[in-house]
């Protein structure tokens, strides 16, 4: 009868602690990244690839599993682009519209409720992947990654909330 009991005690304990586990993820994951975004070049870094001069990301749409954005953007010589998706959040390749090179992006979402991709161009190699994260207060959006276009470089955009 008492190593029931101890059964039934483990088991219980382990309820408690998964189902903290499960609520504090969940907590996590439910900040949303949607508003507007704006970047901000003083306390972002681009490796040895050419800084934007200015970009700004609209988030319309943060779910679980799916996600839309489109962003506008200006190069630090003057060049425009702009970029857009709308899909979901499931590990697979999905297209990307884009005034560049990129055609695809596969994104999944983290147990912290972070967002992680893989852009690929036409060929299918791997030109950038990434992980977004939101700072506690929801105010600071950093996204931190790996280019191999221009040379390659690590680089961290950091944009702020302006709405």
Same mark, same amino acid.
């Given at each position: 009868?008492?190593?029931?009991?101890?059964? &039934?005690?483990?088991m /219980?304990?382990?309820?408690?602690?998964?189902?903290?586990?499960i *609520? =504090?993820? *969940?907590?996590?994951?439910?900040?949303?990244a949607?508003?507007t @975004?704006?970047?901000?070049?003083?306390?972002?870094?681009?490796?040895?690839?050419?800084?934007?001069?200015?970009?700004?990301l609209?988030?319309?749409?943060?779910? $679980?599993?799916a !996600?839309? @954005? =489109?962003?506008? /953007?200006?190069?630090?010589?003057g060049?425009?682009?702009?970029?857009?998706?709308d899909? #979901?959040i499931?590990?697979k390749?999905? #297209?990307i519209?884009?005034?560049? &090179?990129?055609?695809?992006?596969? !994104?999944?979402?983290?147990?912290? /409720?972070?967002?992680? @991709?893989? $852009?690929?161009?036409?060929?299918?190699?791997?030109?950038?992947? *990434?992980?977004?994260?939101?700072? #506690?207060? /929801?105010?600071?959006?950093?996204?931190?990654?790996? &280019?191999?276009f221009?040379?390659? *470089?690590?680089?961290? =955009?950091?944009?702020?909330?302006?709405?």
């Amino acid at each position: 009868m008492g190593r029931k009991i101890r059964l &039934a005690m483990l088991m /219980g304990a382990c309820i408690v602690v998964f189902g903290g586990m499960i *609520a =504090s993820a *969940a907590e996590r994951s439910n900040q949303s990244a949607v508003g507007t @975004w704006k970047l901000d070049v003083a306390k972002s870094s681009y490796g040895n690839m050419a800084a934007p001069s200015f970009e700004q990301l609209v988030i319309t749409s943060d779910d $679980v599993d799916a !996600y839309k @954005w =489109s962003m506008v /953007g200006t190069e630090g010589h003057g060049h425009t682009y702009a970029s857009s998706y709308d899909g #979901p959040i499931d590990g697979k390749d999905h #297209p990307i519209k884009s005034s560049e &090179a990129a055609t695809m992006i596969a !994104y999944t979402r983290t147990a912290s /409720g972070s967002v992680r @991709w893989v $852009v690929k161009d036409n060929a299918g190699t791997t030109v950038e992947t *990434a992980t977004r994260s939101l700072s #506690p207060d /929801g105010k600071t959006m950093t996204i931190k990654g790996t &280019a191999t276009f221009s040379g390659g *470089a690590n680089f961290v =955009s950091v944009f702020d909330k302006v709405k």
